[in-house]
């Protein structure tokens, strides 16, 4: 049996749920046709659901640099607001490597940002190589967002950020479905714990 802690609104047993969900094919747009369902909405903080409402909706749009640096900004609120990653004197940490292993020590779930082969004892990974380089205008070498002009019709810059959106869709949904601030109920009307 459930029991209530003094946070869960009226009526809540179960615990938060993240999943994905298709889409209704007259709904769907470049060809993404999912979208993460959060059963208890509430506990979703409105930061992270913010950026994570806006990646897909500019890959929707073929708007693909805007798609990698939402979702990438996405993980790095979730990887500074989360309560097991917070330490003394705080400070906002930028994502990279040592947060990454930090995060993974802690028990988020930061291998669902790796490729295929990519490991955390490696120097960098492509998550956050990718997002750096478009943030930092450094297009060189990155494969259809280089040579193509504009990104917004090449095959390649879509299948990135695509992919980029993915890794951190999965992140999202592994991380709500674990996360003591979220199934503990702490994170309330939106709002993280102390804010």
């Given amino acids: 049996m459930a029991t209530e802690s003094p946070n869960m609104n009226q009526g809540e047993v179960q615990p938060p749920r993240a999943s994905l969900r298709e889409v209704k094919p007259e709904y769907v747009r470049n060809g993404h046709g999912d979208v ?4 208890h909405a509430t506990h979703m903080p409105s930061d ?5 409402r806006e990646a897909p909706n500019c890959f929707d749009e ?7 640096i939402l979702s ?4 790095e609120i979730i990887l500074n607001k989360d309560r097991r990653m917070h330490r003394p004197g705080g400070g906002w940490r930028t994502l990279n490597m040592k947060l990454l292993r930090d995060a993974s020590d802690k028990g988020l779930p930061v291998d669902r ?3 295929p082969g990519e490991s955390l004892k490696e120097a960098s990974i492509e998550f956050i190589d990718l997002r750096n380089r478009l943030a ?4 060189a070498g990155i ?3 280089e040579q193509s002009g504009t990104p917004d019709y090449s095959a390649e810059a879509r ?4 992919i980029h959106m993915k890794k951190a869709e999965t992140f999202v949904m592994e991380w709500y479905n674990t996360a003591p601030d979220v199934q503990e109920r702490c994170i309330v009307r939106h709002r993280w714990p102390g804010s």
């Fill in 143 to 145: 494969i259809g967002f």
């Fill in 48 to 52: 992270v659901f913010a950026y994570g």
């Fill in 72 to 75: 990438t900004a996405e993980i």
């Fill in 136 to 139: 930092h205008g450094n297009l």
């Fill in 159 to 162: 299948e990135a950020a695509l």
């Fill in 36 to 39: 993460l369902y959060f059963t």
């Fill in 62 to 68: 073929r708007r693909y640099m805007a798609t990698i």
């Fill in 113 to 115: 940002l790796l490729a």
